[in-house]
């Protein structure tokens, strides 16, 4: 499957462009926003070819694809308007405060990391070229070179108020305006200059405006652009139409400018040294527990998508103290999940595994590690945490040797030259130990190639399958009565090409869908146009009335039970209009698929021609 096909599948299993308010990406991620989460196929994202891992976190969907990522979401925006969605008309959802404060960060972040991880990466060649003699570091070429290096950091007030206005929904350029005015050389020249006038505020309308120096924070700009998104609005409200244009962007900065500079810039700054130097004295009095826990969880992080929020205390301990303590865990963490991925490369004998645990190892080890984690260890799970244990003694080790970074960098080999000279050979003993050791811990804990399931069924030999007995087979009637039609003749690849499991299709004659068995609901859709059921005996099944029919929004429509509703064979699920759902345009073929097909050997169709309800329609052998 080629970018575009992946990108075109993704879209069509996300509820499509109807259903989708924000795409974005970060090193490995598709990030989506979407409207309703019901309406979003997980599990046949998950199963899609080049996608490691689909998960719903921190308000977003994000679909793990690895280092392709930036063409696949090329891509993806080529296939509609999404840029114009701002959103407005998503469903308000209740959110879990802690989620909604990681989505915020991630949502602010995520699009300035190309530049971050650039410039990050720049510093880390000055830092080797200095350090190693290659280059003179009072030659002009470097004095360059570290210009391009510190630029985004030096400049971030500006990146974080385009992005935190899109995250907030309000004007960019006024954002931008504030930032401007935090940097403005009125605010920076005068503070670079307290030590010699004494003078450290400057006075507006008889109230004082602190003089700081807000190059490279994080937390006055968010404050700042967050306070704006309510302001611009209430503005634009009370405005009459007619002067809107040239009184509101007016009244909105000589409000926020003002409200800034006097109190949200200063408070936000000394947060940020607050936090800044807490983490530098919990690093310097119990190094060791702190940088252990951190390592520990760190890849935690990374798999709900969360380690995002870590990023603002690590720009804001460069930007305060010129290090930062957090990448060291970060490294430790990278490094372990790739000598996990390394002992599994060593003991599967799965060969689909073993070319994925070997890829992903190196990935991990440059500081890519969502494919090792997603695609690898977290799979057989032991691995996983044993790379997990392995980072947390490595990062202790380095809270004990105060490892410090000098750069924001992706946390692989590639940025050990952002760390202190002095500290290069503890740095490179702890990379090495924590790959050693994520390798060993891996190798004891074991690597079980049965967890893989129909991986592993793959490498069998064709005699040694025909040889396997199965458990009594399982007989599981047609939910509807009508002709029996083959999946391949459904206008749906997610269906036709089996991405949600094997079953049938039944071209509905009668406009009932009746429970084939003892079991229980799963899921209702809020559209009525879908059921998911599961049998008394573990079977899965879901059946889906019509394609594209989630667009009638439960018109023709009528649901009988609710999710988590028992059922008995032969109860009344759901009703359906046929004629009107034709009239609408469309197609009410009904894919019939056990979902989980692949607990079973087989699913073989027993019916053709026409159905009723009491027929046996699939044998689940």
């Known amino acids: 499957m080629n970018n575009k096909e992946l990108a075109q599948k993704i879209l069509e299993l996300s509820g499509g462009e109807k259903n989708i308010n924000l795409v974005t990406h970060c090193a490995t991620r598709l990030r989506l926003v979407v409207k309703s989460e019901a309406e979003v196929n997980l599990k046949a994202i998950d199963t899609l070819e080049g996608v490691l891992k689909a998960q719903h976190s921190g308000g977003q969907l994000q679909v793990v694809i690895g280092a392709k990522v930036n063409k696949v979401y090329e891509e993806f925006i080529q296939l509609g308007n999404f840029s114009s969605n701002d959103g407005e008309d998503m469903p308000k959802v209740k959110k879990n405060p802690f989620n909604a404060f990681i989505e915020t960060i991630a949502g602010i972040f995520t699009p300035i990391l190309p530049a971050l991880v650039g410039c990050g990466m720049m510093k880390c060649l000055s830092s080797l070229m200095t350090t190693t003699g290659m280059v003179d570091p009072s030659m002009g070429f470097i004095t360059i070179f570290n210009m391009i290096a510190d630029c985004v950091f030096y400049f971030m007030p500006f990146f974080l108020a385009v992005s935190a206005a899109r995250k907030f929904k309000t004007n960019e350029y006024l954002a931008v305006a504030l930032a401007g005015c935090l940097l403005h050389p009125t605010i920076l020249d005068a503070a670079g200059k307290i030590a010699q006038t004494g003078v450290d505020r400057i006075s507006f309308l008889?109230?004082?405006?602190?003089?700081?120096?807000?190059?490279?924070?994080?937390?006055?700009?968010?404050?700042?652009?967050?306070?704006?998104?309510?302001?611009?609005?209430?503005?634009?409200?009370?405005?009459?139409?007619?002067?809107?244009?040239?009184?509101?962007?007016?009244?909105?900065?000589?409000?926020?400018?003002?409200?800034?500079?006097?109190?949200?810039?200063?408070?936000?700054?000394?947060?940020?040294?607050?936090?800044?130097?807490?983490?530098?004295?919990?690093?310097?009095?119990?190094?060791?527990?702190?940088?252990?826990?951190?390592?520990?969880?760190?890849?935690?992080?990374?798999?709900?998508?969360?380690?995002?929020?870590?990023?603002?205390?690590?720009?804001?301990?460069?930007?305060?103290?010129?290090?930062?303590?957090?990448?060291?865990?970060?490294?430790?963490?990278?490094?372990?999940?790739?000598?996990?991925?390394?002992?599994?490369?060593?003991?599967?004998?799965?060969?689909?595994?073993?070319?994925?645990?070997?890829?992903?190892?190196?990935?991990?080890?440059?500081?890519?590690?969502?494919?090792?984690?997603?695609?690898?260890?977290?799979?057989?799970?032991?691995?996983?945490?044993?790379?997990?244990?392995?980072?947390?003694?490595?990062?202790?080790?380095?809270?004990?040797?105060?490892?410090?970074?000098?750069?924001?960098?992706?946390?692989?080999?590639?940025?050990?030259?952002?760390?202190?000279?002095?500290?290069?050979?503890?740095?490179?003993?702890?990379?090495?130990?924590?790959?050693?050791?994520?390798?060993?811990?891996?190798?004891?804990?074991?690597?079980?190639?049965?967890?893989?399931?129909?991986?592993?069924?793959?490498?069998?030999?064709?005699?040694?399958?025909?040889?396997?007995?199965?458990?009594?087979?399982?007989?599981?009637?047609?939910?509807?009565?009508?002709?029996?039609?083959?999946?391949?003749?459904?206008?749906?690849?997610?269906?036709?090409?089996?991405?949600?499991?094997?079953?049938?299709?039944?071209?509905?004659?009668?406009?009932?869908?009746?429970?084939?068995?003892?079991?229980v609901v799963e899921a209702i859709f809020n559209t009525n146009h879908a059921i998911g059921l599961k049998s008394n005996d573990g079977v899965e099944v879901l059946i889906h009335i019509g394609l594209d029919t989630v667009n009638l929004e439960g018109k023709y429509f009528k649901s009988h039970v609710t999710n988590g509703q028992e059922i008995k064979a032969g109860d009344l699920l759901v009703e359906f209009d046929i004629d009107g759902i034709k009239k609408e345009g469309y197609d009410v073929i009904t894919p019939f698929i056990i979902t989980n097909s692949d607990k079973f050997n087989d699913v073989i169709a027993v019916k053709n021609g026409e159905v009723t309800n009491d027929d046996d329609l699939l044998n689940l052998v």
């Open 206 to 519: 008889g109230l004082p405006i602190l003089l700081v120096k807000y190059t490279s924070t994080v937390i006055p700009i968010i404050l700042s652009v967050w306070l704006l998104s309510y302001v611009y609005r209430f503005v634009e409200k009370i405005v009459p139409d007619m002067l809107k244009v040239l009184v509101v962007p007016m009244i909105t900065l000589l409000i926020m400018v003002p409200v800034q500079l006097i109190a949200i810039g200063p408070f936000g700054s000394y947060v940020g040294t607050w936090i800044a130097e807490g983490l530098d004295i919990l690093f310097a009095k119990s190094g060791i527990v702190a940088g252990a826990l951190l390592g520990f969880f760190r890849p935690i992080l990374v798999m709900f998508g969360m380690h995002y929020s870590i990023m603002p205390m690590q720009v804001q301990q460069v930007a305060d103290t010129g290090f930062t303590v957090l990448t060291a865990s970060a490294l430790a963490a990278n490094i372990a999940q790739g000598g996990a991925a390394f002992a599994v490369f060593l003991k599967t004998r799965n060969k689909t595994m073993k070319a994925a645990a070997g890829s992903s190892s190196l990935t991990a080890v440059f500081g890519i590690t969502e494919p090792a984690i997603y695609g690898v260890t977290l799979r057989y799970k032991k691995p996983f945490f044993a790379g997990c244990l392995a980072a947390g003694l490595v990062s202790g080790f380095f809270g004990m040797v105060n490892a410090k970074a000098n750069a924001i960098a992706i946390p692989g080999i590639l940025s050990l030259t952002t760390f202190s000279a002095n500290k290069y050979i503890y740095i490179i003993i702890g990379v090495v130990a924590a790959f050693v050791l994520g390798c060993v811990f891996t190798l004891i804990a074991g690597v079980d190639d049965s967890v893989m399931g129909e991986d592993k069924k793959e490498d069998k030999k064709e005699d040694e399958k025909e040889n396997v007995i199965s458990c009594e087979s399982i007989m599981v009637k047609s939910p509807v009565e009508g002709t029996v039609k083959d999946l391949a003749e459904v206008n749906d690849t997610v269906f036709s090409d089996g991405l949600m499991g094997k079953g049938i299709a039944i071209e509905p004659k009668v406009g009932k869908v009746i429970a084939p068995f003892d079991g």
